[in-house]
């Protein structure tokens, strides 16, 4: 069975210029999102094959580590594509698991974020959309986390 696709979008009140900033900068990570990452290990220069480890707080309650490379990183686009290689799922024995986010600018200090992710399940199924929600919500909720430390750090990732 082909990979299932899930989409969505959200607004952000932070332009994409700065959301992009902290996207290619991984070491920021425990940082904007501190509580939820503890750490990240990053093998490469950011762009396509660099391979990130993310260390997640277990009191997040989703998983001790997700492991992603980076298949396309295209800063004039605003385009971040990964493939996931390791992470631990709530929603099911995932085959395979890839994202790209797009960010386009709305306004000075706004952006829409894009969200496409592929999965494909180990029995060829799909999930239900209560699952395909939790994968969804999980990426807009760190992408929360990087609009508020933004929006309270005005000066950073000017």
């Known amino acids: 069975m082909a990979p299932v696709c899930i989409s969505d979008e959200r607004a952000v009140s932070v332009s994409a210029e700065r ?3 902290v996207f290619s900068d991984p070491p920021s990570m425990p940082k904007v999102c501190a509580g939820f ?6 093998e490469g220069d950011g762009g396509a094959g660099t391979v990130s ?6 009191a997040a309650g989703v998983g001790s580590t997700y492991k992603t490379r980076v298949t ?3 800063g004039a686009a605003h385009v971040l594509k990964s493939e996931v ?8 024995k995932l085959k395979s698991h890839s994202t790209e986010t797009k960010l ?6 706004s952006c829409v974020a ?3 992710v592929e ?4 029995d060829g199924g799909s999930l239900s959309p209560e699952k395909e929600k939790i994968i969804v919500d999980g990426y807009y909720g760190m992408l929360k986390m990087i609009e508020d430390y933004l929006v309270a750090h005005p000066n950073e990732y000017a």
């Open 114 to 116: 894009k969200l496409k």
């Open 53 to 58: 480890t993310m260390k997640l707080n277990p």
């Open 37 to 42: 990452i503890d750490a990240i290990e990053v």
């Open 72 to 74: 396309v990183c295209d």
């Open 104 to 109: 386009e600018a709305t306004g000075d200090a």
């Open 85 to 92: 290689l390791e992470a631990e799922s709530s929603v099911g």
């Open 19 to 21: 959301v992009w900033k």
């Open 119 to 122: 999965y494909e399940l180990e």
